[in-house]
């Protein structure tokens, strides 16, 4: 038999699908096809061994294409001395945004800086906020902090026009992590129009409103309910634009969204790239020419395991380089010591430093849309893009975001996924290495810092059922 005989059937250039099949069983030697070569997301879509390229596929690129995402680092600490010198740190080695995180924030994980005047003040004195991005998580007093942070920039007497800011308010967020409102739904959407037409008053630019996943996705949703429900969030804030009497055609760049990407690179990859599509969309249903949505993405805090820490630096360097490549306009990395308390210095500067080797060694920006035209990510895009557009319809279907809330629906959706998904480890059918695979026999000390965990908020009026506090998988072994 001549070389050419034994390439042609490995390399397969133009190959027939059914002859692949064929091949494929034949190397099985009796094993299932589907068992072994096709498997599910946690919304049932389908991902097949081999996908043909996709030549219609259209670029997805966020904002500023070509240039580096910005690296942002959550600054936390209760301690404003050490917050501020953790903010100073980060910047001073490259850090080009800071995720400022309050206490009480649904992903606060029982930390997060004092809801004072004086603790913003203090973590950003010395910032150079005309070189970052400033970032507030959404948290139950979002409000009083914008007008600290307006404030601070009026003493600073920094331009507001030159900065990038993200207020990061999503009352659906606060409702789902605690179960509480500061006020009733109805007194909410009847002073949330006059509280954005202030801000526009002030012309303060970049994100007033986050649709925030994140608090979904670590209480166990699915990829598709995480987006649907960030669309549904979305939405919610057009109509008090709307009511604010603010055309949406400026509004809605002042929309932002926040979601979670973990350790499947391809589906987190998609969801980035799907969220961008649903958006577009959305903007496109209500004729106004689609502004290209601003994207941030953290890593899972439910995949962080507390069992063998180390593997959590392998789990988020995939999730931050699933986030670039698929377009995420900035991304944070979340220490890999975070299931066993506050991180210190060492894990905080691991995941600071992931980050720049991926934009400033590997290059990833480079290309703007860098799985443009992949088969299968392609794919992946759309399934989902259908999936949580069934669930976006859904929620609207049950009265909006808030209402589905207070009537628990999203949550059970939510708490049915994650039963589900931990039925699976616990039957061994999904597996974690380091954990419930090869677990390692004797664990190592881990540093953190000194800081007692703070209770979840628990004030304001409007009672639904929780999704907080998070309730990470027992079988992965992290800290509840």
């Not at 692949?20 to 094993?31: P, V």
């Not at 129009?193 to 994100?207: D, E, I, R």
């Not at 609207?396 to 589905?404: F, H, I, M």
């Amino acid at each position: 038999m001549g070389a050419g005989a034994l390439t042609q059937d490995a390399e397969l250039p133009n190959a027939d699908r059914q002859r692949w099949l064929a091949l494929a069983e034949k190397a099985l030697a009796g094993g299932s096809f589907e068992e072994k070569l096709v498997s599910h997301t946690d919304d049932a879509i389908r991902i097949e061994p081999l996908y043909e390229r996709s030549v219609t596929a259209e670029p997805v690129v966020r904002a500023n294409p070509g240039s580096p995402w910005i690296v942002s680092q959550r600054i936390d600490d209760p301690d404003i001395g050490r917050a501020s010198a953790q903010a100073l740190e980060d910047v001073a080695q490259g850090a080009t945004g800071l995720s400022l995180v309050f206490e009480g924030a649904p992903n606060a994980f029982g930390y997060g800086l004092p809801r004072t005047a004086e603790a913003l003040e203090g973590v950003l004195d010395g910032v150079p906020l005309n070189r970052i991005q400033i970032r507030i998580d959404a948290h139950p007093w979002s409000r009083a902090v914008a007008d600290w942070l307006v404030a601070f920039l009026t003493k600073r007497r920094s331009d507001p026009a030159k900065l990038n800011l993200s207020f990061g308010i999503d009352p659906a967020a606060i409702f789902a992590g605690t179960g509480r409102l500061r006020m009733s739904i109805d007194a909410l959407q009847a002073s949330m129009p006059q509280s954005l037409a202030h801000f526009f008053s002030m012309g303060v630019p970049g994100v007033l409103l986050e649709a925030d996943g994140r608090v979904f996705h670590n209480a166990g949703a699915t990829e598709a309910q995480e987006l649907g429900t960030m669309l549904a969030s979305a939405v919610s804030y057009l109509r008090l634009f709307e009511k604010a009497r603010q055309p949406l055609v400026y509004a809605a760049p002042h929309i932002g969204f926040a979601l979670s990407v973990d350790q499947d690179q391809f589906v987190s990859t998609a969801k980035v790239r799907a969220l961008r599509r649903l958006w577009a969309r959305v903007q496109e249903a209500c004729s106004i020419p689609p502004s290209t949505a601003s994207i941030h993405a953290e890593t899972s805090f439910r995949m962080m395991t507390a069992a063998d820490p180390e593997t959590n630096i392998l789990r988020t360097t995939i999730a931050a380089f699933a986030a670039a490549a698929g377009g995420a306009d900035s991304i944070a990395i979340l220490p890999h010591t975070i299931a066993h308390g506050l991180p210190a210095g060492f894990a905080r500067r691991v995941a600071r430093n992931a980050q720049l080797v991926m934009a400033n060694e590997s290059h990833i920006d480079h290309v703007a849309d860098p799985v443009c035209g992949s088969g299968a990510v392609e794919a992946l895009t759309a399934e989902l893009c259908a999936a949580a557009w069934q669930e976006f319809q859904q929620i609207e279907a049950e009265g909006g975001v808030l209402t589905s809330l207070e009537q628990g629906h999203i949550q059970r959706r939510v708490q049915a996924a994650s039963a589900r998904r931990n039925t699976a480890y616990e039957a061994g059918e999904r597996a974690i290495v380091g954990t419930t695979l090869h677990p390692s026999k004797t664990e190592r000390p881990v540093e953190t810092l000194a800081a007692a965990r703070r209770p979840a908020f628990d004030e304001g009026v409007a009672v639904c059922e929780p999704l907080f506090p998070i309730r990470i998988d027992q079988s992965i072994g992290a800290v509840p």
